[in-house]
Nanobody, 124 residues
Framework: VQLVESGGGSVQAGGALKLSCKFS????????LAWFRQVPGKEREFVAV????????FYEHSVKGRFTASRDDTLNTMYLQMNDLKPEDTAVYFC??????????????????WGQGTQVTVSS
């Protein structure tokens, strides 16, 4: 499995960005996919996850109501729509996948494949 993120950039507070995660090398429909983020000197932080079954999604508390995860099974791509961005959202955002049919949630240890990351910078 390979994951490639895109869509990062620099915006002012209150702005929006949409990240994409292109999936290849497996059956996309059987994979839970998640977004994590990391700032220098800190551990990788869970942002959002979409389970492979039923499309159920869960969000980290600080992004709930502002970020929306979605997936397009015809394009093998997962998205993260980020609205009302805040300076504290500044980080490198990573897409991650566990083993197929996994119900992994918010622990980075449960994910075995990671993309290269895309930088999101929010200025005040």
């Amino acid at each position: 499995v390979q994951l490639v993120e895109s869509g990062g950039g620099s915006v002012q507070a209150g702005g929006a960005l949409k990240l994409s995660c292109k999936f290849s090398g497996g059956d996309f429909s059987t994979y839970t996919l998640a977004w994590f983020r990391q700032v220098p000197g800190k551990e990788r932080e869970f942002v959002a996850v979409m389970r492979w079954t039923g499309g159920t999604s869960f969000y980290e508390h600080s992004v709930k109501g502002r970020f929306t995860a979605s997936r397009d099974d015809t394009l093998n791509t997962m998205y993260l729509q980020m609205n009302d961005l805040k300076p504290e959202d500044t980080a490198v955002y990573f897409c991650a996948a566990p083993f197929p049919y996994s119900t992994a949630l918010d622990s980075a240890e449960d994910y075995r494949t990671w993309g290269q990351g895309t930088q999101v910078t929010v200025s005040s």
